[in-house]
């Protein structure tokens, strides 16, 4: 497995690979901060857009590879505040899945990890829906979980729920 940097052109090139994960976060529960329904050609244009936001410098879209298909990403962000630059947010951590259980999503955060340390972060934070596998991923892999908000978001099915909140600090 490959770990890559994805611009607008690999988006393009790779766009129903990379649909696929939403589509499969959106099956499995997880909205990934997009409401239902999704069809393929949004979940492609969401990705896009944020390979057009890359920026090399705190803002990053990683892809993980595998015998040369799409079977997770990424993405990092650094916080537009002025006062939080020090900051980064893990969003849209999905793995194909076929692939969950396989090492994909350790790796993929591994790398926003990495990247968040060489743009000179020092903080990350990120939220997912409490009480699930996601959940207790973050935790397993070091993340130190806040707390949790009632009602934070809206999985697919429409029910609000609790969302956990996790920082890492770097």
Known sequence: MEIVELDVAMVDARADELAQLLLDAHASGM?????????????????????????????????AIDD???VG????????????????EIQRLAVRADRRGAGVGGALLDALVLRARAAGLSLLWLTTHADTRSDSFYAARGWTRTGVVPGWSQRPDGERVPNAFFYLEL
């Open 31 to 63: 909205a990934l901060g997009l409401a239902a329904p999704l069809t393929a050609g949004r979940a492609a244009a969401e990705w896009r857009s944020l390979a057009e936001r890359a920026d090399g410098d705190g803002r990053v879209l990683l892809a």
């Open 68 to 70: 040369g298909v799409v």
């Open 73 to 88: 990403a990424g993405h990092l962000a650094r916080a537009d505040a002025e006062n939080g630059r020090h900051r980064g």
